[in-house]
T-cell receptor, first 108, second 112 residues
Framework: EDQVTQSPEALRLQEGESSSLNCSYT??????LFWYRQDPGKGPEFLFTLYSAGEEKEKERLKATLTKKESFLHITAPKPEDSATYLC?????????FGTGTKLQVIP | DAGVIQSPRHEVTEMGQEVTLRCKPISGHDYLFWYRQTMMRGLELLIY????????DSGMPEDRFSAKMPNASFSTLKIQPSEPRDSAVYFC??????????FGPGTRLTVL
């Protein structure tokens, strides 16, 4: 059975304090790994797709990386508007499994 | 494009009543997904369709839940009869190919 584990469950950072969120996975035949951002009361919003180990994607203060067993979402010099829950999902053949997310709070 | 549209946004009903949630996917997308999100269990995939055909409904919790997609621009998720443990936020998402998904705003269901 495909499994996705995200850590930490919650993270509190000072504005400007860089950190990383982790997504470890066990899946047969990884087709892709996705990162989403979810704000309270809204649906998840797509951020990145990673397809193979060694791949990296960047968007503003966010950088996602992928290895054979895990993915990291690095947040550089975060701002309060980066506060949200970040979800990781893995796609195997015809199936997508989501992790439970990391709730990030960035304090001014 | 308006994005994925869901209705209603909020639904409050009493135990035993039938509940129907509606979704309009993004035009041109060939995959449609129904999810349920709770604090305890996170985001759970209930069922998904490809070209209007149900592909995997293994996440549907029990026979009280059913989903249909009569055409490419409309899908429903029905719960009959509803129970308090069905209270959750239900999301619909669509995608072009089984890749990045675009989520709707969700329906917050409360069953009393």
């Amino acid at each position: 059975e495909d499994q996705v584990t995200q850590s930490p469950e919650a993270l509190r950072l000072q504005e400007g304090e860089s950190s990383s969120l982790n997504c470890s996975y066990t899946v047969s035949g990884l087709r892709g790994l996705f990162w989403y951002r979810q704000d309270p009361g809204k649906g998840p919003e797509f951020l990145f797709t990673l397809y193979s180990a060694g791949e990296e994607k960047e968007k503003e203060r966010l950088k996602a990386t992928l290895t054979k067993k895990e993915s990291f979402l690095h947040i550089t010099a975060p701002k309060p508007e980066d506060s949200a829950t970040y979800l990781c999902a893995v796609q195997a053949y015809q199936k997508v499994t989501f992790g439970t997310g990391t709730k990030l709070q960035v304090i001014p | 494009d308006a994005g994925v549209i869901q209705s209603p946004r909020h639904e409050v009903t009493e135990m035993g009543q039938e509940v129907t949630l509606r979704c309009k996917p993004i035009s041109g997308h060939d995959y449609l997904f129904w999810y349920r999100q709770t604090m305890m269990r996170g985001l759970e995939l209930l069922i998904y369709f490809n070209n209007n055909v149900p592909i995997d409904d293994s996440g549907m919790p029990e026979d009280r839940f059913s989903a249909k997609m009569p055409n490419a621009s409309f899908s429903t998720l029905k719960i009959q009869p509803s129970e308090p443990r069905d209270s959750a936020v239900y999301f619909c998402a669509s995608s072009l190919g089984i890749y990045e998904q675009f989520f709707g705003p969700g329906t917050r269901l409360t069953v009393l």
